[in-house]
């Protein structure tokens, strides 16, 4: 996908690496670690707590029907990008080559779509949600919307909520 592509190179940027690869965890935009070190990861979500304000969201239904994300009023520094990601809160995967080759692995919070749904400048703001036909066509279980300081830099506001036909409506 050449969106989740372009992410991975935007994260190196914001790393301060030439190195593009995928990194089994980002935490809060800014911080890449292997999500099966226990004590990288706490470290990478202590100092992201202490790096950056999270600004609270909501996702609500108006009274026409349509799903929108409200968020408030904020001193963002830089425009921040609003993103919707689908995923799947697990799946297995049968493995063809490799270290791991012939093995059943199950994987979590696997990203099935990416898709850039507005702009957040600072003022409150409300975005329509629209899932686009792709990433319906992924059956996604969960979806979260995350916003970015510029296109792809600390995550400053982030919710998460399961899917369901919310989405489809419309």
């Known amino acids: 996908n050449p969106l989740l592509t372009s992410g991975q190179r935007a994260y190196a940027d914001a790393q301060g690496t030439s190195m593009v690869n995928t990194p089994q965890m980002i935490v809060a935009g800014a911080i890449d670690v292997v999500g099966s070190d226990r004590k990288a990861v706490e470290k990478a979500l202590n100092t992201a707590y202490?790096?950056?304000?999270?600004?609270?969201?909501?996702?609500?239904?108006?009274?026409?029907?349509?799903?929108?994300?409200?968020?408030?009023?904020?001193?963002?520094?830089?425009?921040?990008?609003?993103?919707?990601v689908t995923y799947q809160k697990s799946a297995e995967s049968?493995?063809?080559?490799?270290?791991?080759?012939?093995?059943d692995?199950?994987?979590?919070?696997?990203?099935?779509?990416?898709?850039?749904?507005?702009?957040?400048?600072?003022?409150?703001?409300?975005?329509?949600?629209?899932?686009?036909?792709?990433?319906?066509?992924?059956?996604p279980d969960a979806c979260a919307i995350i916003a970015n300081q510029a296109e792809h830099g600390p995550i400053i506001a982030a919710a998460a909520f399961k899917f369901t036909k919310t989405l489809y409506k419309r």
């Open 105 to 139: 692995l199950m994987t979590y919070n696997v990203v099935r779509s990416l898709q850039k749904v507005g702009m957040w400048y600072g003022p409150a703001t409300e975005i329509e949600l629209k899932l686009d036909p792709q990433a319906k066509a992924n059956s």
């Open 50 to 84: 202490t790096r950056n304000t999270m600004y609270r969201i909501h996702v609500a239904r108006d009274p026409k029907g349509r799903l929108l994300v409200q968020f408030p009023e904020a001193p963002t520094g830089v425009p921040a990008t609003v993103w919707l």
């Open 94 to 103: 049968k493995v063809q080559s490799g270290e791991n080759s012939g093995r």
